[in-house]
């Protein structure tokens, strides 16, 4: 049964910095593309961040140059590094991968909120 688990969510000041990680569980994490999306309430959920099997990177428009997605494959754990939080950054965070049947899997989510 494939599991993702994500933590590290929480209350942070716009301008600082949060350390998300999803933990996977029932798959073979290092072939996979793993994904970290974000969802506001009442909006569709936005992709964030991509991370191939091969470490290849890809970043929404909105998070370049403050996010960084990484991967340690000896954990099965993925990360979302966040600097420079605006509050628009604002959040449930979801970890996401899809198996080479197609299907995907998600995590419950982390729910980031910059305030001051």
């Known amino acids: 049964q494939v599991q993702l688990v994500e933590s590290g969510g929480g209350l942070v000041q716009p301008g600082g910095s949060l350390r998300l990680s999803c933990a996977a569980s029932?798959?073979?994490?290092?072939?996979?593309?793993m994904h970290w999306y974000r969802q506001v309430p009442g909006n569709q959920r936005e992709l964030v961040a991509t991370?191939?099997?091969?470490?290849?990177?890809n970043y929404a428009d909105s998070v370049k140059g403050r996010f960084t997605i990484s991967r340690d494959n000896a954990k099965n754990t993925v990360y979302l590094e966040m600097n420079s939080l605006k509050p628009e950054d604002t959040a449930v965070y979801y970890c996401?991968?899809?198996?080479?049947?197609?299907?995907?899997?998600w995590g419950k989510g982390t729910l980031v909120t910059v305030s001051s």
């Open positions: 991370i191939t099997s091969a470490g290849i990177t």
């Open positions: 029932g798959i073979i994490f290092s072939i996979y593309a």
């Open positions: 996401n991968t899809r198996d080479i049947f197609g299907e995907e899997y």
